[in-house]
C-alpha cells in the first residue's frame, strides 16, 4: 500500500466536519425533534458525502483512500472472501468455547429495538450505512494518514481511535478491536477499501442476526 496520500490538510478538514456532524447529531437527538435512529442514519449520510467531496476537492482523489473505481468490483469479492474466511475462524472459536462450557455471546451481542420497523432501520443503517462511513473515516483517511509511520503503528493508532469512539457495552471491547485489527488488515494487504467495508457490512449483519435470533 503507498503512503503520504492522506494529507495533514485533507485529514484536518475531515475530523473537523466529522465531529461537526457527530456534535449535531447529539444537539438534535437530546432535544428529541426527530426520530433518533432516523437522525443517526442522516447524520452517517452526510459523513460519507463529506469525505468523498473533501478527498476529491482538497486531498488526491477516491484512490487516495483505497477507492478507485477500477478495483471496486475486486474490492467486493475480495471481501466476500476474507468475510468467509474470517466467519469460519470465528465459528471455529465460538464453537470450541461454547464447547469447553464459555458463553462467549454476552461479548457479541447488540440490544436491538423491539418494533419490527424500528428492527428494519437498525439493520439498514446500522448494518450498511454506518460501516460505510467508518471506513471511509477510519481506514481511508485515519490509516491512511498514520501509514507513512509504518504499518504497526498506523494499525494501532486507527484501530485505538476505532474503538474510542465506539460506545462501549462490556469491560473488553472485542468486536471493536478484532474488528478494528481485522478491516485494518484487510485494507493494507488488499490495497481497496472495498474490502474492509465488505467485511464489516457483513459482519455487523452478522451479529445483529445473531442478536435478533437470542
Do not use: C
Not at 466529522?18 to 447529539?26: G, M, N, P, Q
Not at 455471546?105 to 436491538?112: N, V
Amino acid at each position: 500500500m503507498e503512503t503520504e496520500k492522506i494529507e495533514i490538510k485533507t485529514l484536518i478538514i475531515s475530523i473537523a466536519g466529522i465531529l461537526s456532524i457527530e456534535v449535531a447529531t447529539r444537539v438534535v437527538i437530546s432535544k428529541g425533534l426527530y426520530d433518533p435512529m432516523m437522525t443517526l442514519g442522516a447524520a452517517r449520510l452526510f459523513e460519507i458525502i463529506l469525505i468523498v467531496m473533501i478527498v476529491l476537492i482538497w486531498g488526491k482523489g477516491l484512490s487516495s483512500i483505497g477507492l478507485a473505481l477500477s478495483k471496486i468490483s475486486f474490492g467486493i469479492k475480495k471481501g466476500l472472501i476474507w468475510s468467509a474466511g474470517f466467519g469460519m475462524f470465528a465459528f471455529l472459536v465460538f464453537a470450541g468455547l461454547f464447547a469447553a462450557g464459555i458463553n462467549t455471546l454476552p461479548l457479541i451481542e447488540t440490544r436491538l429495538p423491539t418494533n419490527g420497523i424500528d428492527v428494519f432501520f437498525f439493520f439498514l443503517i446500522g448494518g450498511m450505512v454506518a460501516p460505510i462511513a467508518e471506513e471511509l473515516f477510519f481506514r481511508g483517511m485515519i490509516y491512511g494518514f498514520f501509514r507513512r509511520w509504518g504499518v504497526l503503528m498506523a494499525l494501532v493508532l486507527s484501530t485505538l481511535i476505532f474503538v474510542l469512539s465506539h460506545s462501549i457495552s462490556h469491560p473488553f471491547p472485542v468486536t471493536q478491536m478484532v474488528g478494528g485489527i481485522l478491516f485494518t488488515v484487510a485494507y493494507e494487504v488488499e490495497g481497496s477499501l472495498m474490502v474492509p467495508i465488505t467485511i464489516h457490512i457483513l459482519g455487523n449483519m452478522a451479529i445483529f442476526t445473531l442478536s435478533l435470533i437470542s
